[in-house]
């Protein structure tokens, strides 16, 4: 070793021990000082190696021989006549004859630019998905995968894979110490080469890390990170995309099918998952018929639990590699939007699952967590808690947000746990949280977290939807963030759903006694953006399908699922309906198994699925049921105090004068016959929808056409009188 004494012994010496930050600085072409004069030198450590040589990439004949330094593989070599560094070859060869060959990673320079560096430091890289991970570039004419992963407190990173043998000694990663990002660039991978990190900590144990900024995943339960080409996919949907931008969605109708991909259909023949491509065919052609204007994908962000239903994620920016690649991914999208169809994802910055491979203690150190234990660990889900005070973990997140609108042309995330970021005690004990720093539990840094996420997204995305499955009173949810709300475009109005799922279960016998939980929610129902969620919380762990939420028998709990359909179509806000609600499952959701479509080969099942098709068709078609969702000018009570029939009626109004409905709900099996409903405007009145027609299963107590008649009612000067069906829903539109 003496003889190489001009050799930084301590990079040596600290790359031998695994712990190199710097190995570009001894790695590679340098030129040093050697008797006097200058000479350019190579430096290549190859453990395993008896030979070693490397050639100009051009030619490679001309081979200069390297000088093995030590036994743990470094060797070392001058290159005469040659003053300039050169891309090159590296061949090698084993003890038992077995030859390969590379283009050197330790060729090549800083990687990272000088204002990457800055906004970093800023917290405000928002297209550092672009940057961090695993990225095909070329570099001087050499194609090869740049990586780069934020882990400020690591000795050392290296990217280990197939290609190198799952050595960590090949492929040790340069540290930016200002920023804490390790990087390095290797030339020659291919699409799909599995991959991870090899990490020693600073307490020397060595930990192995799937990429935060991976694309893609190995199918569970591998657990490995992918290179995969992000390039080439060629979409169809610009009109679409174009289109969007200029939507204001809370004034225009929206009506959700949340499905869960795994579970949706399977193959018949051996119950494999339907691909994104499969699902796309299948999916769109019924979402279209059926007349939704959104579908909303449970879970399909990357997850190593089926049972989690995706809400577990470890693969922030990866489609779940269940159902097909990143491209199959693309082409689902697209065929929505070709079709006119949305496409909004769940999306889970609340909390992250444990697993060794993912991101907790991701450098030996509390990274994405807190710090604190308290802080960290979630009580109720097992899962850790993200540190929103880190601008790193926070550029992670919205990153990720960002990362979907850009290469998936997605139209909106669902944001997962609202709830759960904003309070500090929330499903803790008293004395089991830590207060902000007023004392209170509201956690400010995740508040400001939200703020700047909606900020940034809507910013640099306009005509998406960001969504808040928000349970609390939590006041400006989605109000601007610049007048004091977090920015949200819509909120789930999970206290109308809480409220009219107790009243529909309660027989109608004592729906009575319950009135208010139907109208209560018009007191506050123009407060917030909202969607109005049946979703798939609520038809699992023993809550019951929909349609056994119903009393009575089957005629009755067909009419009461009607009844409660109408009137959450007529309710101000978007609609969501999880697959299955549609024709009425019976059994529970399960992720291991397709829904029961053969259900509708009985005519119940059919007559329920035409009902909802119709509703969503009526919901689209009628502008007074969406154009002014907002506000109390869409809305006017006709009768909302007749507890003792347990009956409703209102109006919906659109922006045009007279463009009216009037919805008339009875919620007991009661016939109320000749029942006066006051109107705003005199005329002929036409039933354009009865839940109790004949079609939908109903026991055809219809009405038709309606003339007004002089008289007094509901404080109006004129009404109609409707014949009520039994646990019915009737829609009336003026004749203009």
């Not at 009737?730 to 203009?736: E, G, I, M, Q, R």
Request: proline letters at 4%; charged letters at 25%; hydrophobic letters at 35%.
């Amino acid at each position: 070793m003496e003889k190489f004494n001009f050799l930084n012994q301590d990079l040596v010496s600290s790359l031998m021990k695994g712990e190199c930050r710097a190995p570009h600085s001894l790695l590679g072409l340098h030129t040093y000082t050697i008797k006097g004069k200058e000479q350019l030198t190579a430096c290549i450590h190859m453990p395993g190696a008896v030979d070693v040589a490397i050639a100009p990439l051009e030619d490679k004949q001309k081979r200069y021989k390297l000088e093995q330094v030590n036994e743990e593989g470094l060797f070392f070599g001058m290159i005469p006549r040659r003053k300039n560094h050169f891309k090159y070859w590296v061949f090698c060869e084993d003890a038992s004859g077995n030859r390969w060959e590379y283009v050197d990673a330790y060729y090549f320079g800083d990687l990272l630019t000088a204002k990457d560096i800055q906004l970093l430091q800023e917290g405000t890289h928002y297209e550092l998905y672009k940057k961090f991970g695993a990225h095909f570039t070329t570099l001087e004419g050499i194609e090869g995968v740049l990586f780069a992963v934020w882990a400020p407190e690591a000795k050392r990173i290296s990217v280990v894979g197939d290609f190198n043998l799952w050595d960590g000694r090949r492929h040790t990663m340069r540290f930016i110490p200002e920023v804490g990002v390790w990087e390095i660039f290797i030339p020659g991978l291919k699409s799909l080469d599995c991959y991870k990190y090899e990490i020693k900590t600073a307490y020397d144990t060595v930990i192995y890390k799937a990429d935060p900024y991976a694309t893609m995943s190995e199918l569970r339960p591998n657990t490995a990170s992918c290179v995969c080409q992000e390039e080439g996919y060629k979409w169809h949907d610009k009109r679409w995309v174009d289109r969007r931008k200029k939507k204001a969605w809370h004034k225009e109708a929206m009506s959700i099918y949340e499905i869960h991909m795994g579970s949706w259909k399977r193959h018949i023949e051996d119950g494999r998952f339907y691909t994104y491509r499969e699902l796309a065919d299948d999916l769109v052609e019924y979402v279209k018929d059926m007349g939704y204007t959104h579908v909303e994908l449970m879970g399909v962000m990357e997850h190593p639990f089926d049972g989690s239903w995706g809400y577990q994620v470890t693969g922030y920016f990866a489609p779940t590699s269940r159902f097909g690649t990143p491209e199959d991914f693309k082409y689902f999208v697209d065929v929505m939007h070709r079709n006119q169809v949305g496409v909004l994802l769940d999306w889970v910055p609340a909390h992250f699952p444990k697993d060794a491979f993912g991101l907790e203690k991701f450098d030996g150190s509390a990274l994405y967590e807190h710090y604190s234990p308290i802080q960290a660990n979630h009580p109720q889900w097992g899962t850790l808690i993200f540190n929103y005070g880190r601008k790193e973990v926070c550029l992670f997140l919205i990153n990720s947000a960002l990362s979907w609108f850009d290469r998936y042309h997605i139209d909106g995330l669902r944001v997962d746990a609202v709830a759960s970021m904003l309070y500090l005690d929330f499903g803790r004990e008293p004395g089991q949280y830590i207060p902000n720093q007023y004392g209170g539990r509201e956690n400010l840094e995740a508040v400001d977290f939200l703020k700047k996420l909606n900020t940034v997204v809507y910013e640099k995305h306009p005509g998406i939807v960001m969504i808040a499955e928000e349970s609390t009173d939590w006041v400006g949810v989605t109000q601007p963030v610049d007048q004091g709300g977090l920015g949200f475009g819509f909120k789930w109005n999970m206290g109308w759903m809480n409220d009219y799922l107790k009243y529909i279960e309660t027989d109608p016998l004592f729906r009575k006694y319950e009135h208010n939980k139907i109208t209560f929610s018009l007191m506050y129902a123009f407060n917030e953006n909202f969607i109005l969620p049946f979703s798939h919380d609520e038809v699992v762990h023993g809550k019951s399908p929909m349609i056994y939420k119903m009393k009575g028998d089957e005629w009755r709990q067909f009419a009461n699922l009607r009844a409660c359909y109408g009137y959450m179509f007529m309710h101000p806000g978007k609609k969501l309906l999880f697959m299955g609600n549609e024709f009425a499952q019976t059994n529970e959701w399960s992720e291991d198994k397709e829904l029961n479509w053969s259900l509708l080969q009985y005519e119940p099942h059919r007559q329920i699925q035409q009902y909802v098709k119709d509703l969503n068709h009526l919901y689209q078609d009628e502008k007074c049921l969406w154009q002014l969702d907002d506000t109390y000018d869409g809305f006017e009570w006709i009768d909302c105090d007749n507890k003792d029939l347990s009956l409703v009626a209102f109006i919906r109004k659109g922006k045009k004068k007279g463009d009216e409905l009037v919805a008339v709900i009875n919620f007991t099996p009661a016939v109320y016959d000749g029942y006066h409903i006051g109107v705003n405007h005199p005329g002929t009145y036409e039933e354009i929808l009865s839940s109790d027609d004949v079609k939908y299963g109903g026991s055809g107590r219809v009405n038709g056409c309606l003339k007004t008649q002089e008289g007094r009612c509901h404080e109006k000067d004129q009404y109609i009188s409707v014949n009520i069906p039994p646990l019915g829903m009737s829609v009336f539109k003026l004749d203009k």
